[in-house]
């Protein structure tokens, strides 16, 4: 199994360049099955200095159209498919099948043509293809760019690919692109769509899992209560992640460079005072979806709004404050159970509830970031 930072070496495969007297140069793609996997065309300007555009692969009989006059260059892909791309806002790395067409960084979410995340690498792929070319127009002979030749990983003719963290598929099924990130949540590159709908309610699940195992399975009271501590404290943290990624749509919207900066520093651990905030900039927030034809509107009644606010400040004294009722807490988390200088305890029950309640936060949060926001009239 390939791991995180290995080498995935470039499918084996050759690009030709076959020179005739009389009618040019024409460029052959061999392969020997079964490592080769893709391939996709670039158009060269003629001087060989910048890339004109990809030139969408003609299946049988078709006739690929590639602007005139221009050289054609290759990439291939890795011998899982897939291509190293580098975002031209961000510049971090991932590796993706998505290569022709506008492309989403899975990372800071911009869009920007297919041709800017070509990766430097492939840069210099794409120039040893020019190399080639341009000698079998001078020399008039047929010359080849074969990879398969090529072990020094220094140089230009050889390129590889870096295994990133994450392998997913988009669970878009007009789109289903794969592609290879670090970190856990990332938008599609090829139609823009987070994996966190997914990857959220996976690990979301999984606790509600645990919490039912835990019940069943442990005896002593201290060290279930350890668990359902644990379970607060990483349900919040969840949905703050999920808020930051989500948060890399928003920061893209038009707006003045003071708001942008106070959304740069919105602390979603906060959950109720980054809600309010969030409603008053967008008019949205996690407590409400105002439905659309695909959803219907969702709302989270007073009472758990309420007993979030109270779960929230109880995290926030169980990492800050060694779980001792602090003033702070009994101004904040309206909670009249408890005295100063106890020690707050949390019943599986609560950390059940939170649970359930931190996945219709997220799940509120996501339709409002990624369906919310519609150009046109609004419904009356
Ligand atoms: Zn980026
Ligand atoms: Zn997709």
New binding site residues.
């Given amino acids: 199994m390939v791991e995180y930072r290995d080498k995935i070496p470039a499918a084996r495969g050759k690009v030709e360049y076959i020179y005739e007297e009389g009618r040019g140069i024409s460029a052959r793609i061999s392969h020997p099955e079964p490592t080769f996997h893709a391939l996709y065309q670039v158009a060269l300007s003629i001087d060989g200095t910048r890339l004109l555009c990809t030139v969408p692969v003609g299946g049988l009989g078709q006739t690929v159209v590639a602007p005139h006059p221009s050289v054609p260059a290759f990439v291939q892909s890795d011998v899982q498919g897939m291509w190293g791309r580098n975002?031209?806002?961000?510049?971090?790395y991932f590796r993706s099948e998505q290569i022709v067409g506008d492309t989403t960084?899975?990372?800071?979410?911009?869009v920007a043509p297919d041709l800017a995340f070509v990766s430097n690498d492939q840069k210099r792929y794409l120039t040893a293809c020019y190399d080639a070319f341009a000698n079998a127009h001078m020399k008039k002979q047929t010359t080849s760019v074969d990879i398969a030749d090529i072990t020094d990983e220094k140089s230009a003719w050889h390129y590889s690919e870096e295994k990133q963290q994450l392998v997913f598929k988009c669970q878009n099924t007009r789109c289903s692109c794969r592609t290879d990130v670090l970190g856990e949540y990332a938008f599609c590159p090829r139609c823009g769509r987070s994996n966190a709908r997914e990857r959220f309610f996976e690990a979301a699940q999984a606790e509600l899992v645990r919490l039912e195992q835990i019940r069943k399975s442990v005896t002593d009271r201290h060290e279930r209560e350890v668990v359902w501590e644990q379970m607060t404290t990483g349900a919040v943290s969840r949905l703050e992640a999920l808020a930051k990624h989500l948060r890399k749509i928003l920061v893209l919207f038009p707006m003045t460079a003071n708001r942008r900066k106070q959304l740069q520093q919105l602390n979603f651990q906060k959950v109720i005072e980054s809600n309010t905030l969030l409603q008053q900039w967008f008019d949205i927030g996690f407590f409400e979806w105002p439905g659309d034809d695909e959803a219907p509107k969702r709302q989270i009644a007073t009472d758990d709004r309420e007993f979030i606010r109270r779960m929230v400040q109880k995290r926030h004294i169980l990492i800050h404050n060694g779980g001792i009722v602090d003033e702070e807490y009994l101004r904040l988390a309206g909670d009249t159970s408890v005295r100063l200088d106890e020690r707050i305890r949390i019943k599986s029950n609560e950390a059940k509830r939170l649970l359930t309640l931190v996945s219709e936060m997220a799940i509120n949060l996501l339709d409002n970031v990624e369906r919310g926001f519609k150009s046109g009239e609004a419904k009356s």
């Fill in positions: 975002c031209p806002a961000c510049e971090k960084c899975p990372y800071c979410s911009v």
